[in-house]
């Protein structure tokens, strides 16, 4: 059974910083491409960091410069560091594994807020 367990979310202040971080098992880790996405009420899912295979990272331009995507193999964990974070990352983070197939987290909520 694949589970994905997201952890990190809170509450911050407008240009604080939070790690992500997304267990995984049930699945052979290395082999997946991981990725982030997050969801705002009213808005759809938006992509925000995936990192491949390989280690290979890309952002969406909102993420550029402030988010850093990792993952370290051996823990089977993907993380993601936020910094200079503002009001409109507010949103539900689900980390995604696709190789393929896709598979979801329950997602956690980052809410920033002064």
């Known amino acids: 059974q694949v589970q994905l367990v997201e952890s990190g979310g809170g509450l911050v202040q407008p240009g604080g910083s939070l790690r992500l971080s997304c267990a995984a098992s049930?699945?052979?880790?290395?082999?997946?491409?991981m990725a982030w996405y997050r969801q705002a009420p009213g808005k759809q899912r938006e992509l925000v960091a995936v990192?491949?295979?390989?280690?290979?990272?890309n952002y969406t331009d909102s993420a550029k410069g402030r988010f850093t995507i990792s993952r370290d193999n051996a823990k089977n964990t993907v993380y993601l560091s936020m910094n200079s974070l503002k009001p409109e990352d507010t949103a539900v983070y689900l980390c995604?594994?696709?190789?393929?197939?896709?598979?979801w987290g329950q997602g956690t909520q980052v809410t920033v807020s002064s």
């Open positions: 995604n594994a696709r190789l393929y197939n896709a598979y």
């Open positions: 049930g699945i052979i880790f290395s082999a997946y491409a």
């Open positions: 990192i491949t295979r390989s280690g290979s990272t």
